[in-house]
């Protein structure tokens, strides 16, 4: 029996061995895959990060090559900051240089239209043609619907040319706002009678007299800003009203040059143009501090404000045409006289409040006071060359130079380092 048993023994054990199952890896061999595991693990990281730190290098060695040396040749580019700042003083500079163009600009037009319209004024006034004059009423009518025109034009620019802009923005200033509109009939109503005051005191003064004397309205503006503004006159101010007055009284003076014009404007017409002018000065003055309260408390634009004070101007007109020149306008009709003469004066007359309104915004008072002595010289020249209707005199000259030298002296600002002064 055993050796039976003994004879089965080994082919068990090969059966064994072939069998299907789970193989083992050997100890050895997985000892070394794991060891060579580790090494890997170790190793990858450390090439990686020697890897990382030498692009890092070679981009920071790159951007030192190309970093921009400042002032340094190669025509490196500047950083962002550098072109930044070259745009910004470049545009400053050039908005300096528009500015100071449109200064000198509104300057210059000011000059042209208060002499041209002194001087067409006069000349349309004394002009001896066949048929009726023209109306000074229905002269200042006209003005002021052209000035509503051009204000109606300039708001319309301002909305980027939209009609629909422009007619919601006129409902809603105008329409929408009947107190604030209502406000300005007190102005316009005075400024229409200072218009046609212009034209009495032109119909019996001179240019170059009625240049002069019509400054006054700087003192009437001056008493009126104290009084309903509160403002505060420097000394410079003070001083300046007085020589302004006494500038006036010597061109006012009595002159031979008045006797040899006496077969043209007697004595009670020079009286007349003489208080005509005083009056349209007092009128200019208390309008225009009114106008400024009005603009100070409210935020419409300065074109709105003309269009209200043109709208009511031109009621006041009517009602003026009405009344004094009624009759003449029923028998020979509203633009009676008109001529190409007339019609400039029209222009003119309605582009003063606007040409005003520019030198405000762009120039200052002194360029300003500049703008209306040029104008009182250039009115002179020309009244004496051009008109022949007045001779200038020592008296006049020296008026005429110490209301110039007031002209100056009001807008002056002497700025001390400490509190200014205001003006």
Same mark, same amino acid.
């Given at each position: 029996?055993?050796?039976?048993?003994?004879?089965?023994?080994?082919?068990?054990?090969?059966?064994?061995?072939? !069998?299907?199952?789970?193989?083992?890896?050997?100890?050895?061999?997985?000892?070394? @895959?794991?060891?060579?595991?580790?090494?890997?693990?170790? =190793?990858?990281?450390?090439?990686?990060?020697?890897?990382?730190?030498?692009?890092? $290098?070679?981009?920071?060695?790159?951007?030192?090559?190309?970093?921009?040396?400042?002032?340094?040749?190669?025509g490196a580019e500047p950083p962002p900051p550098v072109?930044?700042?070259?745009?910004?003083?470049?545009?400053?500079?050039?908005?300096?240089?528009?500015?100071?163009?449109?200064?000198?600009?509104?300057?210059?037009?000011?000059?042209?239209?208060?002499?041209?319209?002194?001087? @067409?004024?006069?000349?349309?006034? =004394?002009?001896?043609?066949?048929?009726?004059?023209?109306?000074? !009423?229905?002269?200042?009518?006209?003005?002021?619907?052209?000035?509503?025109?051009?204000?109606?034009?300039?708001?319309?620019?301002?909305?980027?040319?939209?009609?629909?802009?422009?007619?919601?923005?006129?409902?809603? *200033?105008?329409?929408?706002?009947?107190?604030?509109?209502?406000?300005?009939?007190?102005?316009?109503?005075?400024?229409?009678?200072?218009?046609?005051?212009?034209?009495?005191? /032109?119909?019996?003064?001179?240019?170059?007299?009625?240049?002069? @004397?019509?400054?006054?309205?700087?003192?009437? =503006?001056?008493?009126?800003?104290?009084?309903?503004?509160?403002?505060?006159?420097?000394?410079?101010?003070? /001083?300046?009203?007085?020589?302004?007055?006494?500038?006036?009284?010597?061109?006012?003076?009595? !002159?031979?040059?008045? *006797?040899?014009?006496?077969?043209?404007?007697?004595?009670?017409?020079?009286?007349?143009?003489?208080?005509?002018?005083? =009056?349209?000065?007092?009128? !200019?003055?208390?309008?225009?501090?009114?106008?400024?309260?009005?603009?100070?408390?409210?935020?419409?634009?300065?074109?709105?404000?003309?269009?209200?004070?043109?709208?009511?101007?031109?009621?006041?007109?009517?009602?003026?045409?009405?009344?004094?020149?009624?009759?003449?306008?029923?028998?020979?009709?509203?633009?009676?006289?008109?001529?190409?003469?007339?019609?400039?004066?029209?222009?003119?007359?309605?582009?003063?409040?606007?040409?005003?309104?520019?030198?405000?915004?762009?120039?200052?008072?002194?360029?300003?006071?500049? $703008?209306?002595?040029?104008?009182?010289?250039?009115?002179?020249?020309?009244?004496?060359?051009?008109?022949?209707?007045?001779?200038? @005199?020592?008296?006049?000259?020296?008026?005429?130079?110490?209301?110039?030298?007031?002209?100056?002296?009001?807008?002056?600002?002497?700025?001390?380092?400490?509190?200014?002064?205001?003006?």
């Open positions: 029996m055993e050796p039976a048993s003994a004879e089965l023994g080994p082919p068990e054990r090969s059966r064994e061995r072939c !069998s299907p199952g789970p193989r083992r890896k050997p100890e050895h061999l997985g000892d070394r @895959t794991a060891g060579t595991r580790k090494r890997l693990g170790r =190793t990858r990281p450390a090439a990686a990060t020697a890897v990382g730190a030498g692009a890092a $290098a070679l981009q920071g060695s790159r951007g030192t090559r190309r970093a921009p040396q400042p002032g340094g040749p190669g072109r930044a700042a070259g745009r910004a003083a470049r545009e400053a500079n050039e908005d300096k240089t528009m500015s100071a163009n449109l200064k000198y600009l509104s300057l210059g037009i000011l000059v042209f239209q208060t002499t041209s319209l002194v001087l @067409t004024m006069r000349y349309s006034r =004394t002009l001896k043609e066949e048929g009726p004059r023209y109306l000074s !009423s229905t002269a200042v009518v006209v003005a002021e619907l052209l000035k509503i025109m051009a204000c109606i034009l300039l708001v319309y620019k301002d909305s980027k040319c939209s009609l629909r802009a422009l007619n919601r923005i006129l409902h809603d *200033e105008i329409l929408n706002k009947p107190m604030e509109t209502l406000k300005l009939a007190i102005p316009s109503g005075i400024y229409t009678l200072q218009n046609n005051l212009l034209y009495v005191a /032109l119909s019996n003064l001179d240019a170059a007299t009625y240049q002069v @004397t019509y400054q006054l309205k700087i003192l009437t =503006t001056a008493l009126f800003s104290v009084s309903m503004l509160s403002k505060k006159l420097g000394v410079y101010q003070w /001083l300046s009203l007085v020589i302004l007055m006494t500038g006036v009284a010597f061109v006012q003076w009595p !002159s031979d040059s008045q *006797e040899l014009n006496s077969k043209e404007l007697s004595a009670g017409s020079q009286f007349v143009g003489l208080m005509a002018v005083l =009056t349209a000065c007092f009128s !200019s003055g208390f309008a225009g501090v009114y106008f400024e309260k009005i603009l100070k408390e409210t935020k419409q634009s300065v074109w709105i404000r003309n269009i209200q004070l043109g709208f009511f101007g031109s009621i006041f007109g009517l009602m003026g045409v009405y009344v004094y020149d009624g009759e003449l306008v029923s028998k020979n009709g509203f633009f009676q006289g008109y001529n190409r003469l007339t019609w400039i004066v029209v222009v003119l007359q309605a582009l003063g409040g606007l040409v005003i309104a520019a030198v405000i915004k762009y120039a200052d008072n002194i360029l300003k006071g500049f $703008a209306t002595s040029l104008s009182i010289i250039l009115s002179t020249l020309i009244s004496y060359f051009w008109l022949q209707d007045f001779v200038p @005199t020592s008296v006049f000259f020296l008026g005429a130079i110490l209301v110039i030298t007031a002209t100056f002296l009001y807008g002056y600002d002497p700025k001390p380092a400490g509190n200014p002064t205001k003006a």
